[in-house]
């Protein structure tokens, strides 16, 4: 099993539908993050769990929900997206603050 | 908000040249992360550096954490056509949980 992996890899969906991205991480990490990756833009911290508690959400719109369950699981559950949120979204893991580790992304269209 | 400045933004090589990249930022940081990005896959860690003047070397890739704690560099000598990618600096401020990314570097090797 590869560190983090993300599901679905590509993912394209209507402004109305309703779907959610999955990752899970096999580091024994206590960290969770999201990013969000558009072109010729830095990566945008969305969210962050530590020990399945939030800690940090980056003035994220309303229409991105995450979840963690437990400490090797996240979602991101999506609804009603707008065509500007197309974009990677990245997972990634740490333990505490060091380094972090990605997954390979979910690339989300939004039509 | 936190900005890091990351150059050159792109660099056409030929494969044997070496290559240098830096990051910089506004304010000390107490970590200095270097990822190297595939196309379709996620940020892979390459180097990571946690003490000023560090200097860290991974293969062929070395990088330094700067003295004045507010930048840093990344080296590839001899270059090879797998090398190709986008190079991300990252840092971690003092009292911080969380990353801040440069926009990257995008590296062309020509045969």
């Known amino acids: 099993e590869t560190g983090v992996t993300q599901t679905p890899r590509h993912l394209v969906m209507g402004m109305t539908n309703k779907k959610s991205l999955k990752c899970e991480q096999h580091l024994g990490h206590n960290a969770m993050y999201w990013y969000k990756q558009s072109a010729k833009k830095p990566l945008e911290l969305m969210f962050v769990y530590n020990f399945k508690e939030q800690t940090e959400n980056n003035s994220v719109p309303s229409r991105f929900s995450p979840e963690c369950p437990n400490s090797s699981h996240l979602f991101l559950h999506l609804h009603t997206l707008q065509p500007e949120d197309s974009a990677l979204y990245l997972c990634?893991?740490?333990?505490?603050?060091?380094?972090?580790?990605f997954g390979d992304g979910t690339r989300l269209s939004i039509l | 908000g936190q900005q890091l400045n990351q150059s050159p933004q792109s660099m056409f090589i030929q494969e044997g040249e070496d290559v240098s990249m830096n990051c910089t930022s506004s304010?000390?940081?107490?970590?200095w992360l270097w990822y190297k990005q595939d196309p379709g896959e996620g940020p892979v860690l390459l180097i990571a550096l946690y003490k000023a003047g560090e200097l860290t070397s991974n293969g062929r890739l070395t990088a330094q954490f700067g003295i004045t704690r507010k930048d840093s560099f990344l080296n590839i000598s001899a270059s090879i056509p797998s090398d190709v990618g986008i190079y991300f600096c990252a840092g971690r401020r003092t009292g911080a949980n969380n990353l801040f990314f440069g926009t990257g570097t995008r590296l062309t090797v020509i045969p």
């Open positions: 304010s000390i940081f107490n970590t």
């Open positions: 990634a893991s740490s333990q505490d603050s060091y380094s972090q580790h």
